[in-house]
């Protein structure tokens, strides 16, 4: 049928389809920023468009019932490359990161102020109430109106972006625009799928319906003869190549443990098959006659399951070691079952698939029975966190094709340089013939450091050399991605009783699911991340991860650290309790400071042994104080309603700045011709700024504005190595290289400055705007002749500066949060009144953005604590494949009172005293809120989500 | 899979469509139900209620109409909607799907999720239905929400034209219990009664319980009328008792019948108090 209808002020006339949703006939039409992230379920808003004056979902309209209408799309907010105020002033606040719904936003929000040129918080609120923001956790799109609202009227900002810090500075710990801003707000094309070619063929998989099973063969023959269909992949033609989704440090401290597809299926939802076809269509139909011959086995799911005598086996394979192997390797793999395939650990990590121990460790500073033994008091206490999904609003998805015979890779990844070797690993193919581009990031959160698609898409396109591209669904993201780890962590705690801590145990353990990907170090964190808080003598931990049937788990933004600091932090505050002592005051006297030798680091290295380092720079002193005041620490609030009880809870959180002694950073940064600069940076932006970072480190050296330095990152081809943006590494590693390049260069054009001015070096200086000065004679030299001159063919070649970074010393970011809320003791309904982050991240180098990403990782710990749950049935369904029945936070659970705070804190490592900020902030939430529950109808959730069906059960309202 | 689209003339027409499509024919208003991932309804024709002038509100005497077209935006910006219904229309927490979704969508999906049945039918909410019956004639009726709710099936194929709503007001509270917002909701539980001379009487009290249904608390109504419970909380342990629940995502069997209990003494408790202070209804 033919519709007429006017999209951003220009006719349209279409011949569609009568099942066709409005926002695939804008698509059709190149309005790219009307995406989708939720496969029409209606929730996540990425799909908002204006029509008649009302925001809608595209996708919840069909085309037909559009006809005559006038319909805006975020397109016409930005006209020939210039935004409009409110495009502008959402960068400016910050909230512009991984921006997959900021086209939306920023169309909402313009709505919003045409009719409504004075909103409140509410009316806010409410028209980004049905969009999800995972990213930056809504806070500063207050912030974004009010700018904009400020600029419309005057004709600039009034009110202060973020606080400011280091006023010597120009660049760093300013507020500047976010270099990929534009791009990303305005909708423009950015992402995997805005690069994939026309005529691509796509790519489905066909998943396991069992949580445990063997497979007897798949039978493909009639799928194969559905036209389109190109190939199937399956465990019977795939390569025989072990290895591991995480994109980790190599030699990985995690098993290979899977093939691209395994005999075993060891969840529901794991791969079975791979239909390649010219279209979906075809793909799905040819999906449906594959049959597929199971053995059906029984299935675990939890820790208590596969810890259990005779418990099903879930990986039972053949164990090999590339180092180490033990002696009794050979009875320990007798009488296998080859339909097990096999388990390969680059190095020991004391595993025993036997009793599907996947990996565990061990580690003791003093002597904890002796600290117990002096305790006054002594508790030991069991916490659960549950099964959590990162949501990254852009699912994983990539698109692959062949070029002059190598593979090129179009992928949403945190670890290009991982995933290239994981890539040509599976491929059988050097990484010369590999080209991995990584493309703006709608949303990583560590999901995006596993390897969950590109393996088995390379792998296609790589026998088919057919372009491919490939998309999860959202119930795929949850089903088969990387989730959190759910785990078990008891705390035995003792203290004296004026609260000095004098015997800490923790025993971890995690359930890693079917595959063993950051096993080790996920479940460490829980330890590593935490323990080092306390400067008790006696401490001692033991991690064992366990092999399950559940969905995968992986990393997830903090890594273990929030549920260890879960049960760390709840411990001492139960444990204050019982001294009758103030929990703050407890966690003042027994907090690190700067100098304070972290011994227990020895024992908490990554499957080797760590380095012990001193507390450096640290604010956690700081953080506890000021938060104290802002909350109003000590004092009782009560409501009107008695129904409702108010508490207050803190916690205080660490996490690290990348993996010293693992990672490894390097960069690039060339002079152009015209005296502006190009950086190569391996570091892999997330949406999170680093490419902001790299940018103004450069700036800041050479004295240029950011507009004339340009980068390219996490492109394999064309910048060098970095292990990927993961452990909070970007800021530290990535940056410190950038830093170390543009230094190498200032060295380098100082140097060619010299000889081309006749002049000793030590009388020439860099200065704004990018111009050789001599102190001696006042002469001038600008970069663009500098380089002009240097490339004339007699000049002495291009200027390229290099940096590489790697160190031992640890920069670790501190903090506290605080929670107040309210507790109904009849609905047991939890509201989060106020909620204070401060954190010492060194020297925040990007303020606004830093504020933002504590505000979303601090909003999704909230959302882990109270509401999102993945729920499986007895067979191992996930009954929560989507964000409705998930429960994601939206702007309804924003806290009424959000503040994040940056404590100022120079780092001696750092690059210019920068830390990392946003991991850190998902440590808090939990035992704070937890502990502010306590305070306030005195129970304590020992498990993760606190619903207020919890609350009535330990209140004894029902059973 | 939709195969055909087409916008609807006349009630008649569409109707009359209806009757032959067998079940694969089926309304469309503002889609967010039929076009939503997972959706409850199977059709393979849309008709689109977009051209039947069903969006007014209207007073109409001491009774208020409300078009099914109508969308809950709409009835949040009308100044003649009573606030018990824009108390109800808010537990839809997304403002985009708000400025989409219909009342009379919202009737017909029927979920046990429900954002406004329990509201409406303790308002004691009719039904503006268009109907063709056996001789192939076109015939609106109106019927009380109660009892196109008891006949459910019987009205797979009528043409909801609009909802009614008795002015002289009663006192009607709702309460959604969902673990954030926009997540389904265990119970939705609503309690109405009318006023007269400072007293409360005609009681009626409707839930919404997932997986369970829409359930009427009829005993509990008889009961509050016939004074049966001295204090409101007295309601509580009796409320559920004849509700078979059932554990799901949202909740426990005991979760869902304790705070439905709970809450049907706590609304009672309410409705007394803001009687007595001569509250605005
Ligand atoms: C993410 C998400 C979550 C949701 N959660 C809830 C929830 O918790 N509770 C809830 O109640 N709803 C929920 N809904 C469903 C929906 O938004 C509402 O029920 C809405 O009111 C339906 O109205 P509509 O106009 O969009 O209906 P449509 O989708 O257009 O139609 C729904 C049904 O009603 C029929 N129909 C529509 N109009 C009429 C009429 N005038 N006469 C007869 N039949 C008619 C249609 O044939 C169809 O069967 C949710 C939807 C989404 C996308
Ligand atoms: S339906 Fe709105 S983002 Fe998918």
């Known amino acids: 049928m033919i519709i007429h209808l006017t999209v951003d002020n220009k006719e349209l006339q279409a011949d569609i389809l009568s099942g066709e949703t409005l926002r695939d006939l804008l698509v059709s039409h190149g309005y790219i920023s009307v995406r989708d992230s939720d496969d029409k379920e209606g929730f996540a808003g990425s799909d908002t468009v204006i029509l008649n004056d009302r925001p809608v979902y595209a996708n919840l309209m069909l085309a037909a019932m559009a006809d005559n209408a006038v319909v805006r799309t975020p397109h016409s907010l930005s006209d020939k490359g210039s935004l409009s105020i409110m495009q502008q002033a959402m960068i400016d606040s910050g909230v512009v990161q991984s921006a997959y719904n900021a086209p939306a936003a920023a169309l909402l929000l313009t709505w919003l102020l045409e009719h409504n040129s004075d909103p409140t918080r509410e009316d806010i609120k409410e028209v980004l109430s049905g969009i999800f923001i995972r990213d930056t956790g809504y806070e500063h799109y207050f912030l974004a109106v009010k700018l904009a609202q400020e600029k419309m009227e005057t004709g600039h900002y009034i009110t202060p972006i973020a606080p400011e810090f280091r006023e010597h500075l120009d660049y760093i710990g300013k507020v500047k625009p976010k270099v990929d801003g534009r791009q990303l707000v305005a909708g423009w094309k950015s992402f995997v799928e805005d690069r994939v070619e026309p005529g691509a063929s796509t790519l489905i998989l066909l998943r396991s319906p069992h949580a445990h099973a063997y497979i007897n063969s798949i039978d493909i023959e009639q799928a194969l003869k559905v036209p389109g269909v190109i190939t199937i992949i399956t465990a019977f033609n795939c390569p025989d190549v072990y290895y591991m989704s995480a994109g980790q440090g190599n030699p990985e401290p995690s098993p290979y443990d899977r093939r691209l597809f395994n005999r075993k299926v060891r969840h529901v939802g794991d791969r079975v098959a791979a239909i390649v076809a010219k279209t979906e269509e075809q793909a799905l139909k040819a999906k449906e006659l594959i049959t597929v011959d199971y053995e059906i086995l029984p299935a675990i799911f939890t820790v208590e399951e596969a810890m259990a005598e005779d418990a099903p086996i879930v990986q039972n394979g053949k164990v090999e070691f590339l180092s180490g192997a033990p002696d009794d390797l050979e009875s320990y793999n007798s009488d296998i079952d080859e339909r097990e395939g096999k388990v390969i650990y680059p190095f020991p990590l004391h595993a025993d698939i036997r009793h599907n121990v996947a990996a565990a460790a061990h580690g003791a500073i003093g002597d904890v029975e002796k600290g117990f033994e002096q305790a006054d008091a002594l508790i030991e206490r069991t916490y659960q966190s549950s099964q959590i999904q990162c949501t990254p609003l852009e699912p994983h998805l990539v698109f692959t094709k062949m070029d002059n015979d190598r593979l090129v890779v179009h992928a949403s990844t945190q670890v290009p340089f991982h995933l290239r070797r994981i890539v040509a690993k599976v491929c059988q193919i050097p990484e010369n013939k590999v080209h991995i581009i990584k493309e703006k990031v709608g949303g990583g959160y560590g999901s995006k450091q596993d390897i969950l698609v590109e393996d088995v898409v390379a792998y296609a396109t790589y026998i088919t050399r057919e372009p491919i591209y490939y998309r999860n669904t959202r119930e795929e ?149 000021e938060g104290a005041k802002m909350i109003n620490w000590g004092v009782k609030e009560r409501m009107d309603d008695p129904e409702w009880h108010v508490g207050k809870g803190f916690a205080m959180i660490q996490q690290g700045s990348g993996l010293p002694g693992l990672d490894h950073s390097t960069c690039d940064v060339v002079l152009n011709t015209d005296g502006t600069i190009m950086i190569h940076s391996g570091g892999s932006d997330l949406g999170t700024g680093l490419d902001t970072i790299s940018v103004k480190c450069v700036s800041e050296v050479l004295k240029i504005p950011m507009d004339k330095v340009a980068i390219i990152s996490g492109d394999t081809d064309t910048t060098l190595f970095d292990t990927g943006a993961y452990a909070s590494s970007g800021t530290y590693f990535s940056a410190n290289a950038s830093l170390k390049a543009a230094n190498d260069l200032k060295e380098k054009i100082l140097n060619e400055a010299s000889l081309q001015m006749e002049e000793p070096k030590e009388d020439l200086s860099i200065e704004a705007p990018g111009v050789v000065v001599s102190v001696k004679t006042g002469k001038e030299l600008t970069f663009a002749t500098l380089s002009h001159d240097a490339l004339t063919g007699v000049g002495r070649g291009q200027l390229v500066g290099y940096g590489s970074f790697v160190t031992n010393d640890a920069a670790i970011p501190y903090g506290a949060h605080f929670a107040q809320v309210a507790v109904n003791i009849r609905t047991g309904e939890i509201k989060v009144q106020k909620y204070y982050g401060l954190q010492d991240a060194g020297t925040p180098i990007n303020p606004e953005l830093a504020l933002c990403q504590m505000y979303g990782a601090s909003l999704k710990s909230i959302g882990h604590s109270l509401y999102e749950d993945m729920i499986l049935d007895e067979n191992g369904v996930c009954l929560t494949p989507d964000f409705t029945t998930y429960g994601v936070p939206m702007t309804s659970e924003l806290p009424d009172d959000f503040k994040m705070v940056l404590i100022d804190e120079d780092d001696e490592f750092g690059p210019y005293g920068a830390k990392s900020i946003s991991e850190i902030a998902t440590n808090g939430a939990a035992p704070a809120i937890a502990n502010a529950i306590h305070d306030a109808v005195g129970v304590w959730m020992r498990s993760w989500p606190f619903t207020p069906e919890k609350i009535l059960k330990e209140l004894g309202k029902i059973s | 899979m939709i195969g055909k689209f087409t916008k609807g003339e006349s009630p008649k027409q569409i109707l009359q469509e209806v009757q032959k499509g067998k079940g694969l024919t089926r309304l469309i208003a503002g889609g967010t139900e039929i076009n939503r991932l997972g959706s409850s309804v199977a059709a393979d024709h849309l008709i689109s209620l977009q051209n039947l002038s069903l969006n007014e509100i209207r007073k109409e005497g001491s009774l208020i109409s409300i078009g099914a077209m109508v969308t809950f935006t709409e009835m949040l910006e009308s100044d003649t909607i009573p606030a018990y219904l824009k108390e109800a229309v808010r537990f ?81 509270l709702s309460k959604r219990f969902a673990r954030s917002v926009q997540s389904n909701a265990a119970v939705t539980v609503s309690f109405g009664a009318s006023v007269e001379d400072g007293t409360l009487s005609d009681f009626r009290i409707f839930a919404a319980v997932k997986g369970t249904g829409i359930v009427r608390l009829s005993h509990i109504e008889e009961g509050i009328a016939n004074r049966q419970f001295v204090e409101p909380e007295d309601v509580a342990p009796s409320a559920t008792q004849n509700i078979a629940f059932v554990d799901d995502i949202t909740g426990s069997s005991s979760y869902k019948r304790y705070i439905l209990g709970s809450s049907v003494a706590d609304l009672y408790k309410q409705s007394l108090s803001i009687v007595e202070n001569g509250g605005d209804l």
């Open chain 1, 477 to 625: 993201e949850f089903i088969a991605n990387s989730t959190r780890h759910p785990m078990r962590v008891t705390v035995k705690m003792g203290a004296k009783k004026d609260g000095t801590i004098t015997g800490v145990y923790m025993d971890v353990r995690a359930n890693t699911g079917p595959y063993g990907n950051h096993c080790l170090t996920v479940p460490m964190n829980a330890c590593s991340k935490t323990l080092p808080l306390l400067t008790c003598p006696n401490m001692k931990f033991d991690v064992t991860t366990y092999y399950t049937n559940i969905p995968p788990t992986g990393a997830y933004q903090g890594y273990g650290a929030p549920k260890g600091s879960y049960a760390l932090m709840t411990a001492l505050n139960e444990l204050a309790d019982q001294l009758c002592i103030d929990p703050l005051e407890m966690a003042m006297k027994n907090k690190v400071d700067r100098g304070f030798m972290l011994e227990i680091l020895k024992s908490l290295g990554e499957g080797r042994e760590g380095t012990v380092v001193p507390v450096g720079s640290c604010g956690l002193d700081k953080a506890l104080k």
């Open chain 2, 92 to 172: 839809c927490g997304s403002f985009t799907r708000r400025n989409m979704a219909t009342i009379g969508g919202n009737i017909a999906a029927d979920r046990d999720d429900s954002y406004l049945m329990p509201t409406l039918l303790s308002a004691k909410a009719r039904v503006l239905l268009g109907d063709i019956s056996i001789d192939g004639k076109y015939n609106e009726e109106d019927i009380p929400l109660r009892e196109y709710l008891e006949f459910r099936d019987h009205f797979n194929d009528s043409l909801i034209l609009a909802v009614i709503l008795n002015r002289p007001q009663r006192v009607v």
